[in-house]
C-alpha cells in the first residue's frame, strides 16, 4: 500500500504543492511502468503472441496457404494415434504426479524424523535427481535400460528373473518413461513437504500424543490437513510441467514402441517440426490447453488465498 | 521464506518424548532404513553414470558386472575435454546461461519491485498475469516460434535459425515469471516502513530499490539466479527445434545429437559428456543448496 | 560369364581414362569462369572415426589446386540434425554451398536446387551406370538434381555370425558366399531365412531385426516386401494396402517375429548393432559400422562376422540400398566452382579413398565401383566385406516403399508404416483391422 503512504505524507502540504504532488504521482506510474516494460515485452511478444498464434496456425492446411477451419481438428479426431496420445498423456501425467506426491511425502516423513543435524546431508543427497538436468538423467536410464546392456537384467539375471524389455513392449515402455518421471520428480515434492512439515507447529503433535493418537491418526488428523494447500498447489503445479513433459519421452523412447509412450508435447514435435506439418503440429499441442487451464484456474484460487493473506 | 528453508535446527524432538523413547529408537531405525532405500534409488543413475565413464568401449562390450569397473581409465575424460565440438558446446551452454541469468534477474527485479511496492493500475490483474505465464509450457510454443523465425527472417533478414543467440531471447520466457514471482514474494516480505522512511527522507524509487529492497532480499535473488540457471542450463526443447550446426548447439542437445552416433555407439563417452554437463548445476548446488530449496519452496511457504 | 568379361574391360577403361577425365570435367567449370571464390561445403559427419578426413582432405585438395576459399562443415544426422540443416537453409535460401542429402531430401526440396544433370552425365561415362533406386531419389521428372554420395550411402544387407550360422542352422554363409567369388545362394531364400530365425531363436541366439521406426527397421521390411512384390501404394498414388502380396508378407513377418527378441518394436539404428556386438545374436540387417565396432570393441566377435546377400522371395531376391547425395543449391553463389568439386568427389581414386577410409562402409552407386581393394581385403575374417556391395548384381537393390509417390514414400519410411504394421499383426489384430489402420495413415500422409 505504498502508494496510501505517499498520499498521506502528501496531505498536510498546502494547496501550491498539490501539483507536484501529482507529479510525483505521474512519475511514480511512469517509472512503474517503465520497469515492467521489459517483463510485458517478453510475455507478450514471446508468449501471449505465439500462444494466439499457434491457434491461427492450426487452422491453416500442411503449407499453410490455405485456411481450412477446423478441418486440421477433424483429421486429428479420426487418427487412433491421436486419442492414443490423449490416452497416453493423461495416463503418463495422473500416474506419475500421484506416485511422485506419495514418494516425496513419505520420504519427507522419513527426512523429519531422524535427528536434524543428519538431516541436511539426507536432504542434499535425496535432491539430485531434480538437479540434473533431466535430458542428462535420462541419458543414464536409457544406458540402464538398454536391451543388450541393460544393468537392471543384469541384476535380475542374477535372481533368476527373465530379462526385462524396458523399453520394448507398450507396457514396460509406459511405466519406465512413468518411472524416470518420478525419479525426477519426486524430489521437488519432497522439498516441498519438508517445508510444509517443518511448519506444522509441534504443539499440536504433543497435544494428540497425550491424547494417545497413533502415528497414523497423527498424520491423517493433522499434517495432512495442515499441508493441505501445499499438497494441492505442488500437485497441480507438477501435474501441469508433467503433462507438457518432453525431455524424458523424446530421449528414452522417442514415442516408440508403436506410439505407445508419445504425450502431446512429443508427437506435436514429431508432426510438426520433422515431418513438416506445422499446422498439424499446432492443432495437436493446442490440446494441452483445456487441461492447463483447469490446473491453472485451480491454481489461481489458491494463489488468490495467499495474496490475502501476504 | 528464506529463513524457514534455511533453518537447520528443527526442534530435537527425542528429548520432547523421553517417556516413549523406545518407540522413537524403533521409528529412526526405520526411517533411516527407508532412506537408504529411496538414496539408493535417487543416486542409481548419477552413480552408473559415473561407473560407466570410467569405462573403456571393450569393457563395456564385455560381459563383465556392469555396475564395477575392472580396468578404470580417464580417457573418456580426456578424450571429451581435448574435443573441439564437446568444448564449444560447454561454452555455449555457458555464454546462454550467464546471458539469460542476468537478463532474467534485470528484468525480474525491476519488475517485482515495481508489482510489489508501486501499486498501479492493473498491477495486481500483472502479477497474476505473470505466474500465469510460467503456467504455459515451452512445448506448446514451440510450433508457433518456428514459424514466427521464418516470419521475423522475412521481414528483417535476421535469422534466427541455428543461431546459440537466439536462446537468449527465448530462455527468458521460461525463466522471468517464475523469477518475478519469487522477487514479488520477498520484496512483499519486507516491512513497508523501511521504504516510507526510505521514500519520506528523499530517496528515489530507484535509490529505494538498490539501497534497501536489494540487500535485503539478496536470499531471494540468489534463489531466483540459481533457478534461472539451472533452467537455461536443462533447456533441451528449443534448442533441439532451434538450432542445428555442431558449434551452434548447447550441451544437452549436443550431447545427444553428437555422442549418440546412430550406428557407432560410444556409451563411455556419452555418459562421461553427460555427467560432465550435470556437473555446473551440481556444484552449484553442492555449494549453495540452502539457497536452491529456498528458491524451490518459495512459492509453497507462503501458501 | 560375359558380364565378367565386360566389367574387366570397362575396369581397364577406367584406368586408362582416369586421369584424362579428371581434367576433362573438373576443369572447364571454373577455370573458365571465376577460378577463385569461397565454397562452404556440409559434409555428413562420419560414424567411422577417422573417415571425416578423406572427405576433408580431398576437398583441400580441390581448393588448393583450384584456388578456392572452402569451410567445410561435418553436421551430424543424429537426431535429424542433418535433415534440419537442409531444411533450414531450404527455407532461408542461405547456407553451404554443397550439402550431404539424405536418400529422400533430394525430390523434397528439388525446387531448391541446382540441376548437375552435366557432372552426372560425365560421371556415369567414366565410373558406369547407376541402378533405378539412385535415379528414383536423386532424379526429378528426368532431371538430375543431386549426385549420389559414395560417404553415407548403404546397403544393410544381412550381417551374420559364420559360427553361429553353422552351429544353429547348419549354414555356411562363407560357403554360400564365398570371398572373391559369386555367390552360391539359389537356397537362401526366404524360406530358408525363416527356418533359420527358428534355429537361431532356438539355439539361444535370435536374429536381431528391429521393427521400430527407424531407417534400419524401415530398410529391412521395404526389401521383404519387395521380395514379395507388396507395395503399399503404387506408383500413381493409389493406396494398394489391401492387397494379396502385402498380406503375404505381414503372414510372413507373423511367423518370423515369433523368433525375433520380444522389444524388437522399440529397437532403433543403433541397438542391432549393439546385439551383434555384444554376442547376442546370430544375424543383423546392417552396412559393416557393426562390424567396425565389433573389431574395436569385441574383436572374437568380429572375427565371425560375414556380410552378405538378401535370401530371395517370390518375386526376386532384394537388398535394401540407401544412397545419400550431395547437392548444391539454386542460390549457391558460386555453382561453377561447386559443380566442379561434386564431380571430384566422385572420381574413381577421391571414392576408393572415401572407400578406405571408412573401412569399406561407404559406398559409391556407379556400377563399375563394385569390386574395389579395401573389400576384397577387409578384415578380419579377410573377405567379410566382399559381397557387401553387391559386385556380382546379385540382388536388386531397392529403397523400401517405392514405386509409391516420393511425399508418399518417404512418410511411409519415415514413419515406420510397414513396421508397425508387421508388429500390430504380430501382436494379434486381425489383417483387415491393420489394413484399415494402414488405409487410414497412408490418406494422413497424402495431406498437402
Redesign the interface.
Known sequence: MADVTITRTGLPAEAGQVSSLQRLMRRKSTIAFIMTLPLLLVIFTLVAYPAFYSLHLATLNKSMVRFVGLGNFEFLFGRETFWLVVYQSCLFAVTAVIFKAIIGFTVAHFVHNIPSKGQRKWRGMLLVPWVIPPAMSTLAWLWLFDPSYSAFNWLLAHVGVAPVSWTGNTHWARFSVILVNIWVGAPFFMIMYLAALKSVPEQLYEASEIDGANWWQRIWYITLPMMRNIISITALFSLIVTFANFDIVRVLTGGGPLDSTHLFATWAFRVGIESGDIPLGACVSLFMVPILAVAATLILRDIGKRGNEA | MAD??L????????L??GSIAKDRRW??RL??F??TL??I??????I??FI?SLKT??E????T???WVFNPTLANYIELLTQDTYLIFFRNSAMVSVIVVTISM???V??A???A?????G??L?A??????Y??????????????M?MV?DATGI?L??NWWTMI??Y??LT??FC?WIMI?YF??IP?EL??AA??DGAT??QTLTKIFIPVALPGIIAATIFAF?VS??Q??YP??FT????QLV???G????L??????N?GQ??TG??L??AP??II??FL?DY??AG??A????? | MSKRASKLSRRRFIANTALASTALIAAPYVRGANAAGKLSIGFWDHWVPGANDATKQLATEWAAKEKVDIQIDHITSQANKLRLTASAEAQAGAGHDILHFGSWWVNEMADKLEPVDDVMAALIKLNGAVNPTVRYLGQKDGKWMAVPATTGSQIKGPCSRIDLMKQHAGIDVQAMYPAGGPPKADNWTLETFLKAAEACHKGGHPFGIGLGVTADSSDTIGALFHAFGAALVDAKGNITAKSDPVRQSLDYYKQLMAFLPQDVSAWDDATNNKWLVAGKGAMIMNPPSAWAVAKRDAPKVAEQLWTHGFPSGPKGRFAPFTPTFWATWKFSKNKPAAKSLLAYLSQPAAVEKMVAASNGFDLPSFANMTELKTWAEEGPPKGTLYHYPNPHNHQILSVAATPAPHAIAVQIYTHGLMCKLAVRHFQGEAMEKTLDYAVKELEGYMRT
Open positions: 524457514t528453508a533453518a537447520t535446527g528443527a526442534p530435537t524432538r527425542a520432547k518424548y521409528a529412526l526411517s533411516y527407508f532412506l529411496f538414496a534409488f535417487f543416486l542409481m543413475p548419477p552408473y553414470m560407466t568401449s571393450a563395456i562390450s564385455a560381459e558386472n556392469p555396475w534485470l528484468i525480474s525491476f519488475a519491485f515495481a508489482l511496492r508501486m501499486r498501479f493500475w498491477s495486481t500483472l497474476t498475469g505473470v505466474f500465469l505465464t503456467l504455459i509450457p515451452e512445448t506448446l510454443l514451440f510450433i508457433p516460434l518456428f514459424k514466427m521464418a527472417r535469422e535459425m541455428n531471447i527465448l527468458p520466457t522471468v515469471p518475478t514474494g512483499a516480505s513497508k521504504d516510507e521514500l519520506i524509487w530507484i539451472t542450463w536443462a533441451f526443447l533441439l527445434a542445428t550446426s555442431t558449434d550441451l544437452p542437445v550431447i545427444i545429437t553428437t549418440i552416433k546412430g550406428d557407432v555407439f556409451w556419452i555418459m553427460a555427467l554437463g550435470a548445476p551440481l548446488y553442492a543448496m536452491y530449496i524451490l519452496t512459492g509453497a511457504t507462503k501458501g
